[in-house]
Nanobody
Framework: QVQLVESGGGLVQVGDSLRLSCLVS?????MGWFRQAPGKEREFVAA????????EYSDSVKGRFKMTRDYATKSVYLQMSSLKPEETAIYYC?????????????????WGQGTQVTVSS
């Protein structure tokens, strides 16, 4: 069983940076970050394979967001920069047992409670 606890959300201005953290208890093959804005479906943001740190990003965040993992802190992080108002959402950390990186939310086995990110213009 994997448990995930996100932190680091908050209110920022357009163009600001923010780092989200996800504390992981248990073992997972792949970690992901998703976000869900009001009235919209949950969308893939980024994923990382624990074993070798391979990452994958959605086209909308590529070059601005960076996902990392840290064995020492048992955490994954999402460093976000140049934030936009349309990226206001609840950000969720997710995990799956498989080491294959996928972008479909339904393929992830475990979820955190989410952390709110609000980007104000």
């Amino acid at each position: 069983q994997v448990q995930l606890v996100e932190s680091g959300g908050g209110l920022v201005q357009v163009g600001d940076s923010l780092r989200l953290s996800c504390l992981v208890s248990g073992r997972a093959g792949t970690m992901g970050w998703f976000r869900q804005a009001p009235g919209k479906e949950r969308e893939f943001v980024a994923a990382i394979r624990w074993r070798d740190g391979t990452t994958e990003y959605s086209d909308s965040v590529k070059g601005r967001f960076k996902m990392t993992r840290d064995y020492a802190t048992k955490s994954v992080y999402l460093q976000m920069s140049s934030l936009k108002p349309e990226e206001t959402a609840i950000y969720y950390c997710a995990a799956r047992d498989s080491t294959f990186i996928v972008q479909m939310a339904s393929e992830y086995d475990y979820w955190g409670q989410g952390t709110q990110v609000t980007v104000s213009s």
